[in-house]
């Protein structure tokens, strides 16, 4: 097993380093900013650097933590890990004075540093600035660590309170002018590590099938870095996946079961319900175009046709006129259409339940349980009339009893999963899952789950549709039953994650958790990060409301999904002229990886572009 590369900054008697020296399999190299006669003449500190020296340690002196790569040749730069307890700039220095301190630090931590390595920073009781301490400090008065340390590409990862109890020998000493040492009860250790860039995603083109015919098509850029992600392939090790597969065998035991695992079409044409334009990935397709080879993703799909993206900022005219135009067509907002051709195929047999599975695509509002792509698994079965009530609770009852079991192996948690009818239901207990389910036809019963949180609040959410249609042809005596389940809102639900985006992370550290596809309660790897608030005002075209929808979606675009909310603050409608004004509330915030001001700074005025030219408000 190599040896783990440690290195310690600030040390004051080198007492921490010398317990730290300790550890088998650790290779320390010691460090203080004082001359080698000032850190010596400390108490205990020549005892300590002597039993360092006699481990193999190295130990340096008159070391600055703000650049560490000068002190150390390229092929020693690589540390795993680099402690810094209690730093400050001594005497009666400020907040402002010790945040530039923890930058400087952390920006040089970044060029010596391995890519999965760790830095842990001690502070004082309330200096951090995190909902850990306690109590805590205004964020004005703190030492902001995780803003800061965010400027230079880390994200805290964990927090737990400094024990100097386990640093066998060790003892606190103090500011480096004075012999008063830190007080150290209350003190937190904070562990960052390196955050994932951010994406820039360029242009994707994607094929599929629509019709009989193979086409290929550019996939809207909010969803570029979701299109193929592949999350219920069989060598996945996603939690959709394991929740598929738990459902699928449950359900295998009371039906005759068949799985549709070919591929279904991430396209379709035809009539939608009117009220859901505004919810569509709309495509129009061009099929004169034919992109270069440069233009593919990475070998994913080889292009036949180029499709030009129609985003909703089109006209309500020209999504109508799409509609009825055989040349428009869209990403599947549902998995349903494909259950109809399945029970009107010749090979459908009555009492066999069909189950398959897929991601399905909806443009929607901001929030963190609202998802604008998801795998919808569904489930279909035809039964004699009079008896789909109870194939309804069969299906309902193995659901649920899967979802239960799944959840106690993990949780202490409670989680309840109901069935209600649909009309029980009104608008302000739907979510957007649920609403939009509302629009593709008569519903019978809603599944919705209801789970209590780390902070003991109750998260519910419908998960699930329930419908009922005759079976074709006329006069049949059967009645085909068909339920939807959102396996993304059960997956957050059972394993505790609180942000939509965190399942779609394409950070390595969130399928780690989730080993051979076994379930756990989801630990965030980024704790408590930073957030920026922008507001931005506008004038609606006259006789026009704003169209929330929209406004999401061009938001979820320009910042590659770091918006976490948008709140109204202000519409009120100028006396006279009749014109509406509106003023939102954006607030920038990655769950998954780090995100700085002068980034979301760029996304706001990209924003203020994007919204003017393509829902043609005018700025105020």
């Known amino acids: 097993m190599a040896e783990r590369r440690v290195l310690l900054l600030g040390e004051g008697n080198f007492s921490f380093a010398a317990a730290l020296c300790e550890t088998d399999g650790t290779r320390v190299v010691a460090t203080c900013y004082e001359r080698e006669e000032e850190a010596a003449a400390r108490g205990r500190a020549a005892e300590s650097i002597r039993r360092l020296r006699e481990r193999g340690a190295e130990v340096m002196f008159s070391v600055d933590c703000t650049k560490l790569k000068d002190y150390f040749l390229p092929a020693k730069r690589e540390f795993d890990c680099i402690y810094f307890n209690f730093p400050h700039c001594g005497r009666k220095a400020g907040v402002v004075k010790n945040r530039e301190l923890l930058s400087g630090f952390f920006h040089s931590c970044a060029e010596v540093l391995t890519q999965d390595g760790e830095v842990r920073v001690a502070l004082c009781r309330g200096q951090g600035g995190t909902p850990a301490d306690q109590p805590r400090r205004e964020w004005h008065n703190s030492w902001q660590v995780v803003a800061v340390a965010a400027g230079a590409g880390f994200i805290l990862s964990d927090v737990h309170p400094?024990?100097?109890?386990?640093?066998?020998?060790?003892?606190?000493?103090?500011?480096?002018?004075?012999?008063?040492?830190?007080?150290?009860?209350?003190?937190?250790?904070?562990?960052?590590?390196?955050?994932?860039?951010?994406?820039?995603?360029?242009?994707?083109?994607?094929?599929?099938?629509?019709?009989?015919?193979?086409?290929?098509?550019?996939?809207?850029?909010?969803?570029?870095?979701?299109?193929?992600?592949?999350?219920?392939?069989?060598?996945?090790?996603?939690?959709?996946?394991?929740?598929?597969?738990?459902?699928?065998?449950?359900?295998?035991?009371?039906?005759?079961?068949?799985?549709?695992?070919?591929?279904?079409?991430?396209?379709?044409?035809?009539?939608?319900?009117?009220?859901?334009?505004?919810?569509?990935?709309?495509?129009?397709?061009?099929?004169?175009?034919?992109?270069?080879?440069?233009?593919?993703?990475?070998?994913?799909?080889?292009?036949?046709?180029?499709?030009?993206?129609?985003?909703?900022?089109?006209?309500?005219?020209?999504?109508?006129?799409?509609?009825?135009?055989?040349?428009?067509?869209?990403?599947?907002?549902?998995?349903?259409?494909y259950a109809q051709a399945i029970i009107k195929s010749a090979a459908f047999v009555p009492g066999t339940l069909y189950i398959f599975s897929g991601p399905v695509f909806r443009k929607c509002r901001i929030s963190p349980y609202c998802m604008p792509v998801f795998h919808e698994m569904v489930f279909v079965c035809a039964v004699n009339r009079g008896s789909e009530i109870s194939c309804i609770q069969m299906v309902v009852d193995k659901i649920k009893t899967s979802i239960h079991s799944l959840h106690q192996s993990i949780s202490d948690f409670k989680l309840s999963i109901s069935l209600q009818e649909a009309t029980s239901l009104g608008t302000a207990e739907l979510n957007d899952f649920a609403a939009f389910e509302s629009q593709l036809g008569e519903m019978q019963f809603f599944l919705c789950m209801e789970a209590e949180t780390r902070d003991s609040s109750e998260r519910s959410s419908c998960v699930g549709a329930v419908r009922t249609a005759s079976y074709e042809p006329a006069g049949s005596d059967l009645v085909v039953v068909f339920v939807s389940l959102n396996l993304d809102l059960v997956a957050m639900l059972i394993c505790a994650i609180d942000d939509w985006r965190m399942l779609w992370t394409s950070d390595a550290r969130f399928l780690r958790q989730f080993p051979a596809g076994e379930l756990r309660i989801f630990r965030s790897f980024s704790l408590y990060p930073p957030s920026y608030v922008h507001d931005v005002s506008f004038w609606l075209p006259d006789g026009e409301q704003l169209d929330d929808v929209a406004f999401h979606t061009i938001a979820r675009e320009v910042s590659d999904e770091a918006v976490a909310s948008i709140h109204l603050l202000d519409d009120f409608q100028q006396p006279g002229t009749g014109r509406n004004s509106v003023c939102c509330r954006l607030t920038f915030q990655s769950c998954d990886r780090v995100l700085g001001r002068r980034e979301v700074a760029a996304m706001q005025l990209r924003f203020r572009e994007e919204i003017s030219q393509r829902l043609r408000v005018a700025l105020r």
């Open 162 to 337: 400094f024990r100097a109890e386990t640093a066998h020998g060790y003892e606190c000493t103090g500011y480096r002018s004075q012999d008063k040492s830190f007080c150290i009860e209350g003190a937190l250790n904070h562990v960052f590590t390196r955050s994932a860039p951010l994406l820039y995603c360029k242009p994707l083109i994607c094929e599929t099938e629509l019709n009989g015919q193979r086409i290929s098509f550019q996939v809207p850029q909010v969803l570029v870095d979701k299109i193929n992600r592949g999350f219920l392939e069989r060598n996945s090790n996603h939690p959709v996946r394991t929740i598929k597969e738990k459902l699928t065998a449950a359900l295998s035991q009371a039906f005759p079961l068949q799985s549709i695992d070919y591929c279904l079409s991430l396209l379709l044409q035809g009539h939608l319900n009117a009220a859901c334009h505004s919810n569509i990935f709309w495509i129009l397709p061009r099929p004169e175009e034919t992109p270069r080879a440069e233009e593919m993703a990475g070998g994913q799909a080889n292009a036949i046709l180029f499709c030009h993206v129609a985003f909703h900022g089109d006209t309500d005219q020209n999504v109508q006129e799409g509609c009825q135009t055989p040349k428009w067509c869209y990403l599947r907002p549902s998995l349903l259409p």
